[in-house]
């Protein structure tokens, strides 16, 4: 059975920083895509950032680009998102997903799910 757990999301001030745990089960990460979506109220799923396994590559949209890093730990189960920077835009649910596979970008959809911590960014 395959787990993906959020957590570290809270309420931060306009510049601040969150950094966002998945932990992840039932899957090995071997060649595996492991990405960062967000969805605000009323607003489309948006993918965030992605690591590949493959290769170690990150991908992060445009919005996010130089603020947020995504870095896996030593034991290969927990991936993070470190947010820098944080703006009243990037309040929102933000989900972890994953996907067997090699990718070059962040997938549109995912197989697996977790069911979202909540980032909120305001004064």
């Known amino acids: 059975q395959v787990q993906l757990v959020e957590s570290g999301g809270g309420l931060v001030q306009p510049g601040g920083s969150l950094r966002l745990s998945c932990r992840i089960s039932?899957?090995?990460?071997?060649?595996?895509?492991i990405g960062w979506y967000r969805q605000a109220p009323g607003k489309e799923r948006e993918g965030v950032s992605c690591i590949s396994t493959h290769d170690g590559s990150t991908f992060y949209a445009d919005s996010v680009k130089g603020r947020f890093t995504m870095s896996r730990d030593n034991t290969e189960n927990t991936v993070y998102l470190q947010m820098n920077n944080l703006k009243p835009g990037d309040t929102a649910v933000y989900y972890c997903?994953?996907?067997?596979?090699?990718?070059?970008?962040?997938?549109?959809?995912?197989?697996?799910w977790g069911k979202g911590t909540l980032v909120s960014v305001s004064s």
């Open positions: 997903g994953a996907v067997r596979g090699i990718v070059s970008d962040i997938p549109y959809d995912m197989d697996y």
């Open positions: 039932g899957i090995t990460l071997d060649n595996t895509a």
